[in-house]
């Protein structure tokens, strides 16, 4: 198991848009995915519990993930925090 | 009936009014487990025909749909496809023996409703998102046919309770001339898109929208948000002349977009634009704007549970600075007291917070956050030109600590080897009287000034601009504020500074001439203002300006001034 954190750098948060990019890369490994904000946690494979967290810019969230590829999937995962994430 | 006007413009048509069927629910209980598996059946085939249509709209050659319809549509693709939707609705029909209508109505009903109790603006317009899902299931649990297939006469208005990305995408809008809205606010899809096709729309305009009946006389003011249905005689004409004139201005705005700010004898002026975020960049590039002259920060230290450090303030200024593609960018150090407050910063209520800790004042009080955001700041300043200007200024001992505070971050960037413009300009705010009184000894101090017209005049005036009963004695045409901006403005000059203007009055057209007059340099306003301001300018002579200067200083008073100016300007 693997687990991350990242501080959300875009101004906007976890927008619809920046979040359907996630739900889509998630649901590319095999490995189990779940975001955490505080003391929440869902599964990345969902978008109606990602938006449900309403992550806003600067807030700090937690992805674990656990699974056979997790490390080629963190790899993914942390490129989408720090630099797509920015882009979208 | 009176909206939100959110999209400027005028529209004059019928009405087509569309109303959606309320989802009722049914409330059979189901008695068999033949029938619950049956319901889920039902569910999970709805979902397929949903994305079916999605797909269906993502493919169809006639809509030429845009990177931004993609992505919302791919978005409603992973709600439809939802795991945590249909884990619940299924649960709803084992557990509860509910229909798979009535289990979906139920469902979006619980999320629309989390979502509308959200404290952040974006999300609660997710809610009519989640709505429009929900609605879009049910269709096909129902087989009610296509509410999609709609045809339009020219000139249509369309009314509606909302619009949701599926509708505006799906509407042909090529014949819609306007929309108004029962519910949405600024930030709803129905505006988004109405600003990007450059048409007329009110939203929020209530229950009594839903009066209005299919052709209905319609005329819709997208800037004041008024709404009139089946209006006399009287209201048509005046409407049909506002309508030709506003085209008429669009197209003469739109030709001098791209003409640099000259007058017609060959004075030239600097058109910049006032912006809270990279994003606003957008509308300055469309509009013809040469430069923000006023790049506030306090958006970025708002809505948030703690201060962003540098790492995320260097991020969002730099992202404004590439978005600015080397036009040159006026940053102003925070600005937050008065009416700004911070959530996780305790500023303890004051009986006058407009003359109390704000601004540079809790700068150099708090000389550890300063130095973080002018460290931020500088950083940025490798990416594009920059120049800092700091708020507030009173004395020339301000100016001098702030210069200081800021003398210190690029030493520490220095030495920790990190990159910044040698060529960062040093600017301030005039905004107290005692500052525009000094401009002679500032000026030594200072770059440029940045005339701040809002809080000069609640200052010099001692009128609080937010107490509406003395709204009347807010008066930016005052002699006395006047006077003080001249004082300014003839200072920058004798002591070789660049002298702007980033309040309020630098986007009145009534004013643009007599600032012209007194040789304001540097006009900085909201994009949207700027054509009409360079259209005065390209319209005019520097020789008349002063004119109108000389003749406007010798006034007694601001009834004589702006009566005279309404005059010249007509």
């Keep these: 198991m693997i687990t991350k954190h990242y501080v959300i750098t875009s101004v906007q948060g976890m927008h619809a848009r920046p979040a359907t990019q996630l739900v889509k890369l998630a649901k590319g490994f095999k490995a189990t995915t779940s975001l955490k904000k505080g003391d929440k946690t869902v599964k990345l494979n969902s978008l109606l519990n990602i938006l449900s967290l309403s992550i806003k810019g600067g807030e700090t969230v937690s992805v674990i993930i656990d699974g056979e590829d997790e490390v080629s999937a963190a790899v993914i995962i942390d490129d989408f925090f720090t630099k797509q994430l920015k882009e979208l | 009936m009176k909206g939100v006007g959110v999209s400027p413009g005028i529209a004059i048509g019928r009405a087509f009014v569309i109303k959606k069927n309320a989802p009722a629910t049914n409330g059979i209980v189901l008695k068999s487990q033949a029938e619950i598996a049956a319901e889920i059946d039902r ?41 945590q939707i249909r884990e619940d609705v299924v649960a709803k029909i084992e557990t509860e023996k509910k229909t798979a209508n009535d289990a979906l109505i139920e469902i979006t009903a619980g999320i629309v409703a989390l979502f509308e109790s959200m404290d952040d603006e974006y999300m609660r317009a997710r809610s009519s998102d989640f709505q429009d899902i929900g609605n879009r299931i049910l269709k096909y649990i129902n087989r009610t046919g ?187 150090t925070i600005d937050i007291g008065g009416d700004k407050h911070l959530s996780y910063f305790n500023l303890l209520p004051e009986l006058n917070p407009f003359l109390g800790y704000r601004a540079i004042r809790i700068s150099l009080d708090q000389e550890g956050l300063f130095m973080v955001q002018l460290k931020a700041i500088l950083r940025a300043s490798a990416f594009g030109p920059v120049s800092i200007m700091f708020p507030m200024i009173s004395n020339v001992k301000e100016i001098r600590d702030a210069k200081l505070v800021l003398n210190k971050a690029k030493t520490a960037l220095i030495e920790a080897g990190i990159a910044f413009s040698d060529d960062v300009k040093v600017g301030m705010m005039i905004e107290i009287p005692s500052a525009a009184v000094t401009a002679d000894i500032l000026a030594k101090e200072v770059d440029f000034f940045s005339i701040g017209t809002n809080d000069l005049c609640q200052y010099t005036l001692a009128v609080d601009r937010m107490n509406e009963k003395i709204t009347h004695l807010y008066d930016p045409f005052n002699p006395g504020v006047l006077r003080l901006i001249l004082n300014v403005i003839e200072q920058g000059r004798e002591h070789n500074i660049h002298v702007g203007m980033c309040g309020e009055m630098a986007s009145d057209p009534l004013a643009t001439l007599l600032l012209l007059g007194m040789g304001l340099a540097e006009f900085s306003m909201s994009a949207a203002s700027i054509p009409t301001i360079k259209n005065i300018m390209i319209n005019n002579t520097e020789v008349r300006a002063k004119q109108v200067c000389r003749q406007v200083m010798a006034m007694d008073s601001s009834d004589k001034i702006i009566a005279y100016l309404k005059e010249i300007t007509q």
């Design chain 2, 43 to 83: 569910f999970d085939s709805s979902v397929v025909n949903a994305l079916g249509e999605i797909d269906a709209i993502k493919n169809s050659s006639q809509l030429m749909l845009t990177d931004d319809d993609i992505a919302i549509l791919e978005t409603q693709v992973e709600l439809i496809n939802d795991p």
């Design chain 2, 146 to 332: 296509d509410i999609n297939a709609r045809s339009f006469q020219p000139d249509t208005i369309v009314i509606a309770d909302d619009l949701t990305p599926s509708d505006t995408i799906t509407l042909d809008l090529n014949l819609v001339t306007g929309f108004a809205t029962q519910a949405g606010s600024r930030t709803s899809h129905a505006a988004i898109i109405a600003k990007s096709k450059g048409l007329p729309a009110v939203v929020a305009c209530g229950d009594e929208l839903m009066t209005i009946n299919h052709n209905d006389f319609i005329i819709l003011d997208g800037l004041s948000g008024l709404v009139y249905v089946n209006p006399g005689e009287e209201i048509i004409s005046r409407y049909s002349a506002k309508s030709a004139s506003f085209r008429q201005q669009a197209e003469v705005l739109k030709e001098v977009k791209d003409k640099p700010a000259i007058t017609a004898d060959g004075k030239r002026v600097t058109l910049f634009a006032n912006i809270s975020s990279a994003e606003d960049l957008d509308m300055v590039h469309d509009n013809g704007g040469e430069g923000v002259g006023l790049f506030r920060t306090e958006m970025l230290f708002m809505d948030r549970d703690t201060f962003p450090d540098e790492e995320e303030q260097f991020g969002f200024y730099k992202k404004a600075v590439l978005q600015a593609k080397g036009k040159p960018i006026i940053i102003r």
